[in-house]
């Protein structure tokens, strides 16, 4: 019963994990927003759920602080899942985008915050 209504935030919420994710917190009666920008997650990910969610196409790494605290108001829990990941050598190939990671951390952590999320 700890789901039921309560306002939960998933970032990275059209992605395969994310999307999981979602649509057992639906099964589980939450009130769910999913944020996710589409630039790997796919909407057909959010199929069985699309009816019971709320969704939110933001780039968490370019998005304006404020519009991310603004997303964030009202929510009780965030569960942070977006990134930009790959497979094996990722981190060693790709310097640039673990930096990007670090970008969004930071704007979700601080969002949280500032929004004043339980957890």
């Known amino acids: 019963m700890y789901w039921k209504d ?19 917190l639906v099964e589980l009666g939450a009130d769910v927003t999913a944020v996710d920008n589409f630039s790997s997650g796919k909407m057909e990910n959010l199929s069985q759920s699309l009816s019971w969610i709320h969704i939110v196409r933001m780039d968490l790494e370019w998005c304006s602080l404020e519009d ?22 990722y981190i060693h190939n790709h310097p640039a985008d673990v930096y ?4 969004i951390d930071y704007h979700v952590f601080e969002a949280c915050l500032k929004a004043d999320v339980e957890r």
């Open 100 to 103: 990007s990671n670090f970008a």
């Open 6 to 24: 309560r306002r939960v935030l998933v970032t990275g919420g059209a992605s395969f994990i994310g999307s999981h994710l979602v649509e057992r």
């Open 68 to 89: 991310i605290i603004e997303a964030f108001k009202g929510q009780e829990v965030v569960f942070h899942l977006a990134a930009a990941n790959g497979g094996r050598g």
